[in-house]
């Protein structure tokens, strides 16, 4: 390649590997393996070593992936949160530990301990209190999501400390066995399963519910402490230290004296790691000597004293016979590959995941290709590669469809989007899925209409939309199969008594692209009503708690469309609740008008969650940043310093927890 065409791969590869750093580290949900990311990365580094002008701060071989996100206070880390370095070779250890000993004055030893599959936390304890608790973040700014880890369990929020300031670092981690339930949960209520349990971890540690937080039954493995007080000498020295204050640190990390040690270390979890109740994928070794990991330093992103081993996923190659495509009930067309059944994991693989068109363009996946797929902590195995050197002659290359599989009706692809989506309305598996989505648990609640029964339902062209399900009389219902007197008699019941769904169930129910659970309660407690929320405009939208650009867009595009429209028409005339006053959740007007911004922490009874519900409850509208049109602010213990510097800035009154409720009383 000449040097445009150098330039321009590299161009290509930052940008790739940004975008996959936002799907794993911001959306939880990452579309390409660990080799496959890693791949990417050192490609990028070959050319900018190879070709030093090519290379950038802005780089993402000269930063972290961050994690950051909204609805929580940023925090400087007091130590750099670093990433580190990745090997998949005993050789590259050995390349590792022969640097190091060209640097350090001495002889290491070194600590191999499991490299944990989960988020990444750094907990800070002050005089022996935990005061904050930040995600990785950037590596330098981190999210301070304090009172989500204080649900977990294993984590102790005081300890017997003699030190000032301490920071104890580890991993959120979530059980396989609960993992499972979650997901088998997700998908009864018609929910897209995490991807694997650290993404469940992750997405979970995000969350501003905290009791949701605590059902999730999180643990947490400490494997750091850094502080300036502290003069222990090795790290597994200190390790032991917080063993004796009580931390969950992992009992399997083992000093080594060299590579042998290393290799067997490895060799041994390799086969014994799928007897965790913990997904982990590879084995982290660090210099021991405190003295020693300070002389050999950092890189701009990794420290020079660690390394880690990455395990292999376990991989199957089989031949790619076809490729089907699945319509969600949002239009999203999903790509699925059909495969010649192949042992993968204990199971038989016949189908694997082919994510979207970018991705089957960038492996070069070909039908009749010898495929690679992979199977880590995922439900649903995945094509990350292909044999070439298998590869018969006179493949064509692969073209995405350009119709709906089912309907016929020509694809579009947002720009800025990997996906390609079916616009026809009246797609019939997007009828069965937003059915199948309005009556799920957690919407309407409907019982007697299953995945069967909807299925015949549409078949036989009685319901087309949510709305016709009010419209079932016991007559239709008798002509189903399956369906005797008493059946039809039960279903009608759960249809009426769906009626009395409380507002925010109902708007999740309508299955609004980005509204879940969470989400459609607070815009219901913010808007108040469907009619609020239908004229709301974009500025009044993303000032509401948790709601950005995408899911604000979402919003204002579903309320345009003519089939919505008369969706809600339906339903309101059938008699659901689009309202939260019908639900009696006002229980006064004293705030009225007002928009008010919750900051900080608060004590029990009333702490953070139970401070905005009294605004709801108090027709106010809760908005999540400062703007001169706010009434007031109420802050509790360590507030947005951005939202305190913009209220002194117009003039906003501050007022705290007492002030509030003294307001309320009155």
Avoid at 486 to 499: F, G, H, P, Y
């Amino acid at each position: 390649m000449n040097f445009d065409e150098i330039k321009k791969r590299a161009e290509f590869l930052r940008k790739e590997i940004e975008k996959h750093n936002y799907l794993y580290y911001v959306e939880n949900n990452p579309q390409i393996s660990d080799l496959e990311y890693d791949l990417l990365l050192a490609e990028l580094e070959s050319i900018e070593k190879q070709y030093p002008e090519l290379k950038s701060k802005d780089s993402p071989t000269q930063k972290v992936g961050s994690d950051l996100s909204k609805g929580f206070q940023t925090k400087k880390h007091p130590y750099a949160m670093l990433s580190l370095s990745n090997t998949y070779s005993i050789e590259e250890i050995q390349s590792f530990i022969t640097r190091t000993l060209k640097i350090v004055d001495r002889k290491p030893t070194f600590v191999c301990e499991l490299k944990f599959d989960g988020a990444s936390i750094s907990l800070h304890y002050r005089n022996g209190e935990l005061v904050e608790a930040l995600t990785r973040g950037d590596g330098e700014f981190g999210d301070d999501v304090l009172q989500n880890i204080l649900t977990i369990p294993n984590i102790p929020p005081k300890i017997n400390c003699e030190y000032d300031f301490i920071v104890v670092r580890g991993e959120i981690m979530m059980h396989r066995d609960i993992f499972q339930k979650l997901n088998e949960e997700r998908i009864k209520q018609n929910e897209a399963p995490f991807a694997n349990p650290r993404n469940a971890a992750s997405g979970t540690l995000k969350l501003l519910d905290t009791q949701t937080v605590a059902q999730r039954n999180l643990q947490c493995y400490l494997y750091y402490l850094l502080g300036e007080q502290i003069h222990l000498a090795t790290h597994f020295e200190r390790l032991e230290q917080l063993k004796k204050w009580g931390f969950n640190v992992p009992q399997w990390s083992t000093r080594c004296e060299n590579l042998s040690d290393i290799e067997n270390f490895i060799q041994y979890w390799d086969n014994e790691r799928h007897k965790l109740p913990f997904d982990i994928d590879g084995i982290v070794i660090k210099v021991n000597e405190i003295d020693l990991q300070e002389q050999l330093g950092y890189t701009a992103k990794s420290p020079r004293w660690a390394i880690a081993f990455k395990f292999k996923a376990e991989q199957a190659t089989t031949k790619l016979i076809s490729i089907s495509y699945q319509v969600g009930r949002t239009g999203i067309i999903t790509p699925v590959a059909n495969l010649e059944p192949v042992q993968l994991s204990g199971t038989t693989v016949k189908r694997a995941s082919l994510h979207n068109a970018d991705q089957i363009m960038l492996k070069d996946i070909r039908i009749g290709d010898y495929v690679i797929i992979e199977k880590g902590g995922e439900i649903i195995p995945k094509v990350v590669g292909v044999d070439f050197a298998r590869r018969p002659e006179g493949l064509e290359k692969f073209n995405f469809i350009t119709h709906c599989p089912e309907c016929n009706t020509p694809l579009i692809r947002n720009e800025g989007e990997a996906a390609h989506y079916c616009t026809n309305y009246y797609c019939p598996p997007q009828i069965k899925g937003r059915i199948e989505h309005f009556v799920s648990r957690k919407a309407m609640d409907i019982e007697g209409l299953g995945t069967e029964t909807i299925d015949e339902l549409v078949s036989k062209k009685l319901i087309y939309n949510p709305a016709d399900i009010y419209k079932l009389t016991k007559f239709q219902l008798l002509t189903l199969e399956h369906f005797a007197d008493k059946a039809a008699d039960n279903l009608l019941k759960s249809i009426e008594q769906s009626k009395q769904v409380p507002f925010p169930r109902v708007l999740f129910a309508l299955g609004i692209r980005y509204v879940g659970e969470t989400i459609a309660q607070k815009l219901a407690y913010s808007f108040k009503n469907i009619d609020n929320l239908i004229n709301a405009t974009y500025e009044e939208l993303i000032q509401t708690e948790e709601i950005g650009d995408k899911i604000a867009q979402s919003v204002i595009q579903y309320f345009q469309e003519q089939d919505n429209q008369t969706l809600i028409k339906e339903l309101k005339e059938a008699g659901l609740q689009f309202s939260l006053k019908e639900n009696n959740l006002i229980v006064s007007e004293k705030l009225k008008g007002m928009s008010i911004v919750i900051t900080g922490t608060f004590p029990p009874p009333y702490n953070r969650k139970k401070m905005e519900e009294l605004v709801i409850q108090h027709n106010g509208k809760l908005v999540k940043s400062v703007s001169k049109s706010t009434s007031f602010i109420v802050a509790g213990e360590k507030p947005g310093p951005d939202k305190m510097e913009l209220a002194q800035k117009y003039g906003i009154r501050i007022m705290n927890q007492q002030e509030f409720l003294n307001i309320l009383e009155n």
